[in-house]
């Protein structure tokens, strides 16, 4: 299924203030993603959130498939950033070497780790050869609850590259960094900037 009901019902009520809040500027990991693509290559972004990474997408030249699975938070990044955005479940994703990368800042972090396998393979298989893919995580030991009731996998380092690399992709870069979560917990992160192998 991809999605957990809890956490799509939080951002569902909560949307009006991520937008307000987190809508002011893009995440500080995108521009030195978006510098890996070539002139006009299509992103597509899983979990676009308010839309403020997709419309930093678009501003920098790129044709950008802004996707969600809260029908709020679609509405909200069209409201505030007119990007496009459409409803769309990590599980739905379907498409064939149709990307050139793919963005997924902070929301593959809410999958449940079953479905891990299954979701990194059809990444995997929507973007074309050579294809970039970014995402990050909360470290930790296993799946769980945050405080504000929200489903994150929680993986560890090692767990997170071996599911990668079991789903064909190469690592090209890792990056530990603290953060302070949503719910004002401080936890280690892990970045990971990947490929599809030529």
Not at 23 to 50: I, M, Y
Not at 59 to 76: I, L, Q, S
């Amino acid at each position: 299924m991809s999605t957990d009901p809890a956490t799509i019902a939080f951002y569902e009520a909560n949307a009006p203030r991520y937008t307000l809040s987190f809508g002011q500027a893009p995440s500080r990991h995108l521009d030195p993603f978006l510098d890996r693509l070539e002139p006009g290559a299509r992103v597509l972004e899983l979990g676009c959130g308010g839309g403020r990474d997709a419309a930093r997408i678009l501003e920098r030249g790129f044709d950008c498939d802004a996707t969600d699975g809260t029908p709020a938070m679609v509405r909200k990044a069209n409201e505030r950033f007119e990007v496009g955005a459409r409803l769309m479940l990590f599980g739905e994703l379907d498409a064939i070497e149709a990307y050139d990368a793919v963005w997924a800042h902070a929301s593959l972090l809410h999958l449940p780790r079953d479905d891990m396998p299954g979701v990194l393979t059809a990444i995997l298989r929507a973007l074309r050869p050579g294809g970039w893919h970014f995402a990050n995580f909360k470290l930790g030991d296993g799946e769980g609850r945050d405080l504000l009731g929200r489903l994150h996998n929680f993986p560890s380092d090692e767990w997170l590259q071996d599911t990668y690399r079991a789903a064909g992709f190469a690592i090209e870069e890792r990056q530990i960094y603290a953060g302070e979560a949503a719910d004002g917990t401080q936890r280690d992160w892990l970045a990971l900037t990947l490929r599809r192998p030529c």
